[in-house]
T-cell receptor
């Protein structure tokens, strides 16, 4: 059974720092891996989607990497800003049943 | 442009009542998904639709839950005889296709069962 784990559960850093969020999954048979952010009381916003054949994806200050064989992904946020404060979730997509399996998220607080 | 719209945004009801949650996906999105987010338990997949078809209903928590989608657009999630453990935020998402496309989420319906 696929399980997704995110570490740390919470992170608080000063504005301007670069930071890394971690995601691990137990079964390497994934179709893709996706990173989302969730603001309080809101739905989820898709940030990056990495296909299983890819190693990384970049969007602005965000860079996500994928090492499928070791079951790991990282989300790198450069030059963090208070507006980056949110909960970040990773999820793996299984094409066997078209389901996203979710991690519990990392709650990120960027202090001004 | 218009995103995924869910209604109502909040619903408070008494135990035992039926509730109906609505999701209006982004126009042209053939795939639609329902998730449940419970406090302290993370996101739980419920069901997906490809067009009007839901091939796999095994993610629904019990037979009190049902979902339908008509005209390849609006979807409703119905919970009959609600129980307190049904209290959660119900999220809907849509995407252009089942694979290779990011899912776009609505803001959810916060359901509280008294």
């Amino acid at each position: 059974k696929q399980e997704v784990t995110q570490i740390p559960a919470a992170l608080s850093v000063p504005e301007g720092e670069n930071l890394v969020l971690n995601c691990s999954f137990t079964d390497s048979a994934i179709y893709n891996l996706q990173w989302f952010r969730q603001d309080p009381g809101k739905g989820l916003t898709s940030l990056l989607l990495i296909q299983s054949s890819q190693r990384e994806q970049t969007s602005g200050r965000l860079n996500a990497s994928l090492d499928k064989s070791s079951g790991r992904s990282t989300l790198y946020i450069a030059a963090s800003q208070p507006g980056d404060s949110a909960t970040y979730l990773c999820a793996v997509f299984l094409d066997s049943n078209y389901q996203l399996i979710w991690g519990a998220g990392t709650k990120l607080i960027i202090k001004p | 442009g218009a995103g995924v719209s869910q209604s109502p945004s909040n619903k408070v009801t008494e135990k035992g009542k039926d509730v109906e949650l609505r999701c209006d996906p982004i126009s042209g999105h053939t795939a639609l998904y329902w998730y449940r987010q419970s406090l302290g338990q993370g996101l739980e997949f419920l069901i997906y639709f490809q067009g009007n078809s839901a091939p796999d209903k095994s993610g629904l928590p019990s037979d009190r839950f049902s979902a339908e989608r008509t005209g390849g657009s609006v979807s409703t999630l119905t919970i009959q005889r609600t129980q307190q453990e049904d209290s959660a935020v119900y999220l809907c998402a849509s995407s252009l296709a089942l694979v290779d496309q990011p899912q776009h989420f609505g803001d959810g319906t916060r359901l509280s069962i008294l």
